[in-house]
């Protein structure tokens, strides 16, 4: 069976229908059952994007996505600097 990938809108909005469902007197076992994924994943969702929104659940992975591309940039510019360092002193 397949993976299937969902965005971060969809997990907000399973969590609240979880949430929804426990207030409506089902077990939390029995909500997340019927939103088709696994206890651990549930959990695992809650403790990510427990008290989020869709728009700041957009804003969190363009940061991190904007993190990621810096990152990266600082890694390339340092290993430029430190090959240019050892050119400049003859090692090569």
Same mark, same amino acid.
């Given at each position: 069976? +397949?993976?299937?990938?969902? &965005?971060?809108? =969809? /997990?907000?909005?399973?969590?609240? $229908?979880?949430?929804?469902? @426990? @207030? $409506? ?9 019927? /939103? +088709?994924?696994?206890?651990? @994943? *549930? *959990?695992?969702?809650? !403790?990510? *994007?427990? +008290?989020?929104?869709?728009? !700041? ?7 991190? $996505? =904007? ?10 510019? @340092?290993?430029? &600097?430190? /090959?240019?360092? =050892?050119?400049?002193? +003859?090692?090569?």
């Amino acid at each position: 069976m +397949g993976r299937k990938r969902h &965005k971060p809108e =969809e /997990i907000v909005a399973k969590l609240r $229908q979880v949430d929804v469902l @426990t @207030t $409506q007197g089902h077990s939390v076992a029995e909500a997340i059952r019927s /939103i +088709g994924v696994t206890e651990v @994943t *549930y *959990y695992r969702w809650r !403790q990510e *994007y427990g +008290g989020l929104k869709s728009d !700041q659940v957009k804003r969190l992975k363009d940061l991190e $996505q =904007e993190n990621a591309r810096l990152r990266k940039a600082v890694s390339d510019l @340092t290993l430029e &600097k430190l /090959i240019l360092k =050892e050119a400049a002193s +003859g090692n090569f």
